[in-house]
């Protein structure tokens, strides 16, 4: 499933291949279950002549704010295995995509997803969206003191607690293992029961596997 990194990435990936300043001319659904709010007969009408204005991302959902009237903002969720790719229009697409949105330029936001699991809402503001969710791993506001508020009196297993979106955003199984064996803390232990030094040390790990992560996918992109 896509995590925090490869979230970031799609989202750095869309804004080097030029998306935000294009508009989008059509819009085909495939799959009507993965919209989400309003209908998908009302989504693809409400996008069709709106121009993309910037790629943002919270936590694991990207934000697509619009141009003109209407609700503003277009969300995606890629759920387990969605990736979003910007085409020619005269290039085949994946067999497992399943939405298609032409632009003005030639070319295709095209979304893949082949367990369908992926989610659009287009909506007035990302909050109707959003659940509750920590501060950005990399944001001022996620501090030890605040991670270790998040544990206080829970005896639930801390591996439990990483991927609760509320206490960190983004964090999925892989980089809650990773960051969990880096810090030398065992996935099982009761959240609470950890000192403040572990807290500190978890906080970190998490900091440094997100960032290695992000590295990779840099790296991936700057040879491309």
Same mark, same amino acid.
């Given at each position: ?9 799609t ?7 030029? !998306? ?7 819009v085909?659904? &495939?799959w009507?279950? &993965? ?11 409400? !996008?069709?002549?709106? %121009? ?13 704010? !619009?141009?003109?009237?209407g609700?503003? &903002?277009?969300m ?7 990736? !979003?790719r ?10 497992? %995509? ?5 632009l ?10 082949g ?15 959003l ?11 996620? %501090?030890?003191? %605040? ?7 829970r005896k639930a ?16 199984n892989?980089?809650?293992d990773?960051?969990l ?22 906080r ?17 992109r700057d040879?491309?």
């Amino acid at each position: 499933m896509p995590e925090l990194p490869e979230v970031e990435n799609t989202r750095r990936n869309l804004v080097r291949a030029g !998306l935000p300043g294009c508009t989008i001319t059509n819009v085909n659904i &495939t799959w009507a279950n &993965t919209v989400k709010k309003p209908s998908a007969a009302k989504l693809a009408e409400g !996008l069709k002549g709106r %121009t993309i204005q910037d790629v943002q991302r919270r936590g694991k959902y990207l934000i697509l704010p !619009l141009s003109g009237g209407g609700p503003a &903002t277009f969300m995606i969720h890629l759920g387990m295995t969605g990736r !979003l790719r910007v085409q020619p229009l005269s290039e085949d697409p994946d067999p497992m %995509t399943r939405h298609f949105f032409p632009l003005d330029d030639g070319r295709e936001l095209r979304f893949v997803d082949g367990r369908k699991f992926g989610k659009l809402w287009l909506v007035d503001s990302p909050s109707e969206v959003l659940p509750t969710m920590s501060p950005e791993p990399f944001d001022d506001g996620f %501090t030890v003191e %605040t991670l270790a508020e998040s544990f206080a009196g829970r005896k639930a297993p801390v591996k439990a607690l990483l991927l609760e979106q509320s206490i960190v955003c983004g964090l999925g199984n892989l980089y809650a293992d990773e960051s969990l064996f880096l810090a030398g803390v065992h996935p099982e232990r009761p959240a609470s029961g950890l000192s403040i030094d572990e807290v500190a040390r978890l906080r970190q790990a998490i900091i440094e596997s997100l960032a290695a992560a992000y590295g990779v996918y840099d790296r991936a992109r700057d040879q491309h």
